[in-house]
């Protein structure tokens, strides 16, 4: 693969990272004093709205979608350096309407939504009126084989009746979301990958109940948030079914590909920024007669950093081009790997920079706390690491075997 970014991707990083100085850093204290400014955390800051129209109006919105009529036309490949930046600061993917859940839920309506699905609910979300949540993870099941959820999906006329328990919602509490796009059984007889299926619900829908809302090592991600959220004989039409019965499982698939390498490139980006933090704190503190960058155990911190940063980029953007060039299921090896690489190496790079800062870096004065307790997240997010190793180790031996046949 060609390691050089292409003009425009070139001109790209330039104009985020000029956006990212003059509008998001600033204004991430705004964003934050906004959130606890009145009675309730979930309540969206009016800055994020002014920065989500500057945003549009400098042509940096929806660039996650890969060779599409609805973004900016941009490869996995040549949207990774994008999105490493924007995972600098956490307001800046909602910022250029290149957040999650939102980017998969998209991601799905273009790939399997009907015009009617499309028009109702994918025109909203692309111009970031509205924001979403998907609903898989159920706390009665190990969630990590989607085989397992006990929701379900009934067919009676022309509508269908789902029934479940869901939780870790991701989006579920923001006072935007309009959306669910849920996973449920509509055939437990069938082949245990064509059981469930995935239907649209809307959030207002009669049978919905927010729950709790649910904290990531006590941080709420107001006003995103996660919920758990109860679904009661919820009435909807046949016409919100994806794809078809039976589909369910496949459409998880699809979906799970780009967001776990949207969820790596903004990790790279989460840690370089931490490393950039690890070396201002250690070139202005003093400590035993010298300056922290001056003794060998915090350059030998920065060093490692260093070098697995680039390493994590690199195995990014080769599953990235392989992603473009052959697709995401044969692709599917490269992806594990980096989905297991990223976010370990994000915590180590964190955890470092923590250290450098002493009692600091488990404050909230420099967010390292908050961007430590997001990469430890991802490494249960679409998937924990024992599944992507499993499936890695599956896809070895098989190519082993082939080699001796």
């Known amino acids: 693969m060609n390691f050089d970014y292409s003009p425009r991707v070139t001109a790209l990083q330039a104009q985020l990272h000029a956006f990212m100085r003059e509008h998001v850093y600033p204004n991430e204290p705004v964003y934050a004093a906004a959130l606890n400014a009145g009675d309730s955390r979930w309540v969206v800051p009016p800055v994020m709205e002014e920065l989500k129209q500057r945003a549009r109006d400098a042509g940096l919105w929806n660039l996650f979608l890969p060779d599409s009529e609805y973004g900016a036309g941009l490869s996995n490949l040549e949207y990774a350096p994008l999105a490493e930046i924007t995972g ?4 800046a993917p909602e910022v250029f309407n290149c957040a999650a859940p939102d980017t998969g839920n998209m991601e799905v309506l273009v790939r399997y939504g009907t015009d009617a699905q499309k028009k109702t609910w994918l025109e909203p979300l692309l111009r970031g009126e509205i924001r979403s949540a998907f609903a898989m993870t159920e706390p009665d099941v190990a969630s990590s084989d989607a085989t397992n959820i006990r929701s379900t999906i009934v067919k009676d006329g022309d509508e269908y009746i789902i029934n479940g328990r869901k939780w870790w919602i991701s989006g579920a509490m923001d006072p935007r979301c309009r959306l669910f796009i849920f996973m449920g059984k509509t055939d437990p007889t069938a082949d245990r990958h064509k059981q469930q299926s995935m239907i649209l619900v809307p959030k207002d829908a009669a049978g919905v109940t927010i729950v709790r809302p649910l904290t990531v090592y006590g941080y709420d991600d107001a006003p995103h948030g996660h919920a758990e959220v109860l679904f009661e004989n919820v009435r909807v039409p046949a016409d919100n079914l994806l794809l078809g019965e039976g589909r369910g ?3 998880a698939q699809g979906r799970l590909g780009p967001g776990r390498i949207h969820h790596c490139m903004r990790s790279i980006g989460m840690a370089e920024r931490a490393l950039e933090a690890m070396c201002k704190r250690a070139s202005t503190r003093t ?4 300056p922290l960058d001056k003794q060998g155990v915090v350059r030998e911190a920065i060093a490692d950093s260093r070098m697995e940063i680039d390493q994590a980029r690199l195995l990014t953007l080769k599953a990235a081009d392989m992603m473009d060039k052959v697709g995401n299921k044969i692709a599917r ?3 594990a790997m980096i989905k297991v690489v990223a976010p370990a190496m994000a915590l180590r790079v964190i955890d470092r920079a923590v250290q450098v800062h002493g009692a600091a870096g488990v ?5 390292l706390a908050a961007a430590w307790a997001g990469a430890r997240t991802l490494r249960l997010a679409d998937g924990p690491d024992e599944v992507h190793r499993s499936s890695l180790a599956k896809l070895e031996l098989a ?3 082939a080699a001796l046949d």
């Open 249 to 251: 499982f496949e459409i």
């Open 88 to 91: 600098r600061s956490p307001i």
């Open 287 to 290: 400590a035993f007669g010298q």
């Open 333 to 335: 090896a490269e992806i």
């Open 399 to 401: 190519r082993q075997k």
């Open 363 to 367: 404050d909230g004065d420099f967010a």
